[in-house]
């Protein structure tokens, strides 16, 4: 597809466990972003990168949360010790670079039991 | 800190009315100013955004109107159609090295009826 892809679309797992999030961006985009939309909430940044490195992982909430982008190309978010907190649609955009329109993908729903 | 203000939580409008969302900022290093349109399900999806040196853009019904003095800014649907009916948030963010890192207001949910 053309647009920016994410999986699972839903993820359910218990307390505790580990659980790995992917987005595909669209290809050629250099500039990947991440975001948790809790219910009822706007979207909230965790992290941005440009390329293959954190140009900015000021809105990760604590060192359970990592993201990775080994070739520039497909990220995942990992989330270690899942609480019933983390519970939220994480959301995935890219865009050409830093300055320009950021595309979402449709999220993956995690909900922690 | 909540650094955008977003105001009506919800919106009920007629068809062919008027839709009108605000929203206020606090950071005046806060540069670039979008609206996004969400769907249930959905992402969210880039619908107009405007630069502080202009005061409004219009695309088609959607029209953003900026006061930079006030740190506010303001999104006009005209001619309200069901298919309208979404959940919108302003956003904004600034230049350097956090230039991609939005902050979103907290959403209106509006409802257009026939």
């Known amino acids: 597809g053309a647009g920016v892809s994410q999986t699972p679309s839903n993820k359910v797992t218990e307390k505790g466990k580990y659980v790995e999030l992917r987005c595909d961006p669209i290809?050629?985009?250099?500039?990947l972003y991440w975001y948790r939309q809790s219910l009822g909430q706007g979207p909230e940044f965790l992290i941005y990168?440009?390329?293959?490195?954190?140009?900015?992982d000021s809105g990760l909430p604590n060192d359970r949360f990592f993201a990775v982008r080994p070739e520039g190309s497909v990220s995942t978010l990992k989330i270690q010790r899942t609480e019933r907190g983390d519970s939220a649609v994480y959301l995935c955009?890219?865009?050409?670079?830093?300055?320009?329109?950021?595309?979402f993908g449709a999220g993956t729903r995690l909900s922690v039991l | 800190q909540q650094q955008v203000k977003q105001s009506p939580q919800s919106l009920i409008v007629q068809k062919g009315g008027i839709s009108i969302i605000n929203c206020a900022y606090e950071?005046?290093?806060?540069?670039?100013f979008p609206w996004y349109q969400q769907f249930p399900g959905k992402g969210p999806a880039l619908l107009i955004a405007?630069?502080?040196?202009?005061s409004e853009k219009k695309e088609g019904r959607f029209t953003i109107s900026f006061n930079k003095s006030a740190k506010q800014f303001s999104l006009h649907i005209m001619d309200s159609q069901p298919g309208d009916s979404a959940t919108y948030f302003c956003?904004?963010?600034?230049?350097?090295?956090?230039?991609?890192?939005?902050?979103f207001g907290q959403g209106t949910i509006l409802t257009v009826h026939p």
């Open positions: 955009a890219s865009s050409l670079g830093a300055k320009n329109i950021q595309y």
């Open positions: 290809s050629g985009h250099t500039a």
């Open positions: 990168f440009q390329g293959t490195g954190a140009a900015d």
């Open positions: 950071n005046t290093a806060f540069d670039y």
């Open positions: 405007i630069r502080p040196d202009v």
């Open positions: 956003a904004a963010s600034r230049g350097g090295t956090s230039y991609g890192k939005l902050t």
